[in-house]
């Protein structure tokens, strides 16, 4: 088979299990046609995906959650819509149009006013979220610039508590993390390095595929 029919493979298999354990939704679906409407890219979470990270959130019942990378908000509003009332999610991200997407989509999924958007580099926004005693968060998803994971990670830890999860996205990207030399390859390495040299949590990786390729997501969670 070539790798064309197995990707396409990959996305019919993604669009079966997305039929049947998620549907239409009419306020994802409306976020992700305002994405595309405002010309931003369509590397959000898959549909999958997003429950995926909905329902570790409600697992561990999550009440502050943290996304670094909000783009138009679609992994936002899965995120968002795990916490229980009284329940709060900043989410970082560095371009106002994106924000400002997210915001309205956002809104329109009735979350505004359970998520707190900063717009900013988030190496910038993530000293001022310790400063403000944001934290501690239960769950932090990132998923913004690569080459900054590891970076990110370590703020994650920083503003995490034990028993907090810490899930990274795109970390395999179609296996270049084993001998990639762009920044994105070199990026997760740094993120697989800081991860293997740190007690404080217990952390895994595991590959996908769908209708984002070939990825992976990595999980830590933070040592008690
Ligand atoms: N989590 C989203 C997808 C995020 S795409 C979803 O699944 O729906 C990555 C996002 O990270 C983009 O919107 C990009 O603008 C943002 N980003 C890139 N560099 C950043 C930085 N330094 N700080 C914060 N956000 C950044
Ligand atoms: C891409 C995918 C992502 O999930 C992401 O966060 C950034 C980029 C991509 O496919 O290019
Ligand atoms: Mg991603």
């Known amino acids: 088979m070539s790798s064309q029919d197995q990707s396409q493979r990959w996305n019919t298999v993604d669009a079966y299990l997305a039929d049947r354990l998620i549907g239409a939704d009419a306020e994802l679906d409306s976020a992700l046609a305002f994405n595309a409407a405002a010309g931003l890219p369509a590397i959000d979470v898959s549909p999958p995906q997003g429950k995926l990270l909905h329902l570790l959130a409600r697992s561990i019942g999550a009440r502050r959650i943290l996304e670094v990378g909000a783009l138009g908000g679609y992994s936002t509003i899965w995120l968002a819509r795990a916490l229980p009332e009284g329940g709060r999610l900043v989410t970082l991200e560095l371009e106002q149009k994106h924000a400002d997407v997210a915001a ?121």
Do not use: C, M
Request: charged share 20%; aromatic share 6%.
């Open 104 to 224: 309205a989509n956002l809104a329109r999924a009735g979350l505004a006013e359970r998520v707190d958007i900063r717009v900013g580099p988030a190496l910038d926004t993530l000293p001022k979220l310790e400063t403000e005693a944001a934290g501690p968060f239960d769950l932090a998803f990132i998923d913004a610039d690569k080459p900054n994971n590891a970076n990110y990670f370590a703020w994650a830890l920083k503003l995490a508590r034990p028993g907090s999860l810490i899930i990274v996205d795109n970390v395999v990207r179609d296996g270049s993390v084993l001998a990639g030399t762009d920044a994105h390859a070199v990026g997760a390495r740094a993120l697989f390095d800081a991860l293997a040299a740190e007690p404080r949590v217990t952390a895994t990786a595991i590959q996908t595929v769908g209708s984002k390729g070939w990825d992976g997501f990595a999980i830590a969670l933070v040592n008690g």
